[in-house]
Each structure stands twice: as C-alpha cells, then as structure tokens.
Nanobody, 123 residues
Framework: VQLVESGGGSVQAGGSLRVSCIGSGYNGRPDCMGWFRQAPGKEREAVAVLGENGSTNYADSVKGRFTISYDNAENILYLQMTSLKPEDTDMYYC??????????????????WGQGTQVTVSS
C-alpha cells in the first residue's frame, strides 16, 4: 500500500488550499481514511476521517472550514481547506486502514501512512 500526498504550499490567512492523497497497491476502498497533521516536536493530531460508508468526523478546530472527500474512480482522498489560519500550519499526512470498525479521530487506528505535505499559513 502506498499513499502519496500532494497539494501543500503556502497561503495567506483566510485563503484556501486543497491537498490530495493518491492511494495505490490495494484493491477496494479502505474502511477508514483520514487526514492528520503534526508540527515538529508535537504529537500527531487528527484533522478529519472518512469511512467507506461516507461517514465523516472532524476535529473541532476545523469543523465548518475543512471538508474531506474521496474519489472512488481515481482512489484519491482530498482535504479541502478554507478560511485557513496560521495555527493550521503543519505537515499534513493521509492515512488508511482496513479495520471494519468505526473510523475514529485516532492516529493509532491507522496502519498505512503517506510521507506528508507541508501547509504553511501566514498572517
């Protein structure tokens, strides 16, 4: 299984950005996929997760601003980010798991990880 993120970059506060994660090396959509972020010296935190059944769960800090979605045909996970704030600056990682369980905002639940894409929001 490979997950490759792209689309990160620099944006001013209030702007928008969409990051993508292309999955390969597997058959069938993962039960759970998600976006996580981590700053140097800090713990990885969940941003948003998406179940195979379409269920979503967002961190309180991004609710109403970020939207997670999946393109079944292309095996691409997206995170659309709007109204970006400087505190959204982080390395963003996508992750996947075949757990056949509820998709939680919990990094240990996810087995496969990408290498990350940097998002920087300036004030």
């Amino acid at each position: 299984v490979q997950l490759v993120e792209s689309g990160g970059g620099s944006v001013q506060a209030g702007g928008s950005l969409r990051v993508s994660c292309i999955g390969s090396g597997y058959n069938g959509r993962p039960d759970c996929m998600g976006w996580f972020r981590q700053a140097p010296g800090k713990e990885r935190e969940a941003v948003a997760v998406l179940g195979e059944n379409g269920s979503t769960n967002y961190a309180d800090s991004v609710k109403g601003r970020f939207t997670i979605s999946y393109d079944n045909a292309e095996n691409i996970l997206y995170l659309q980010m709007t109204s970006l704030k400087p505190e959204d600056t982080d390395m963003y990682y996508c992750a996947a798991s075949w757990t056949r369980a509820t998709c939680y905002l919990s990094p240990p639940q996810y087995i496969y990880w990408g290498q990350g894409t940097q998002v920087t929001v300036s004030s």
